[in-house]
């Protein structure tokens, strides 16, 4: 069974204890740095934030399997944050997309996530895909194959995951999106959720 495929989702049940904890162990370690960013001037701080910034979208693309260039990235990013980028070599266009969709989705956390939102990062992710690839942008996938995660030779393959059928997804995100905004949780586990 995929998590998709269970009962409650996208509303699941978890070891409040547990959690709770862990939750309140974060929240303390994020009012100490808050304490100590607010100690510094303002070229310090935006020093931090592109350092912050930087690392993870380096790492967050390298979960993914993509290795960025890092001066790439930190000029992108010092370009965002208004920083004097001279002397550093510029960006290519999916590391700019990279970069606008990650101050996108930290500056406006407040604003809604909806269908069309992610259509505008997905567009973002992908700013040259060209006719002949079979990559359907901005939109939810719609091909009537199924979609897996699989591994091993032709033959023996091992299917690691498999995901509902494209005829499902949008219906699907709604529930999901729907539950983002109107959850009452907190937002750091609203966000694991998301993400799971």
């Known amino acids: 069974m995929y998590i998709w495929q269970e009962k409650a989702?996208?509303?699941?049940e978890w070891n409040k204890?547990?959690?709770?904890?862990?939750?309140?162990?974060?929240k303390f370690e994020i009012g100490k740095l808050a304490g100590m960013m607010g100690a510094l001037g303002s070229e310090i701080k935006k020093s931090a934030a592109l350092d912050s910034i930087t690392a993870d979208i380096l790492m967050s693309s390298a979960i993914e399997g993509i290795m960025l260039n890092?001066?790439?990235?930190?000029?992108?990013v010092a370009w965002q944050l208004g920083i004097d980028k001279a002397g550093v070599p510029v960006s290519n266009r999916y590391i700019e997309g990279v970069v606008e969709v990650m101050f996108d989705a930290v500056s406006n956390y407040n604003v809604p996530?909806?269908?069309?939102?992610l259509f505008k990062w997905h567009t973002l992710l992908f700013p040259s895909v060209k006719s002949y690839e079979k990559i359907t942008v901005g939109a939810y996938r719609n091909s009537s194959q199924t979609m897996q995660v699989v591994?091993?030779?032709?033959?023996?393959?091992?299917?690691?995951?498999?995901?509902?059928?494209?005829?499902?997804?949008?219906e699907m995100m709604d529930v999901l999106l729907k539950?983002?905004?109107?959850?009452?949780v907190d937002g750091i586990l609203k966000a694991a959720i998301a993400h799971l």
């Open 151 to 170: 591994s091993g030779r032709y033959g023996s393959e091992k299917i690691h995951y498999e995901a509902p059928s494209s005829a499902q997804v949008p």
């Open 9 to 12: 989702f996208p509303n699941f």
């Open 70 to 76: 890092r001066d790439d990235v930190r000029s992108s």
């Open 17 to 26: 204890e547990n959690v709770l904890q862990r939750l309140s162990d974060a």
């Open 179 to 184: 539950y983002i905004e109107t959850a009452k």
């Open 113 to 117: 996530l909806t269908s069309n939102r």
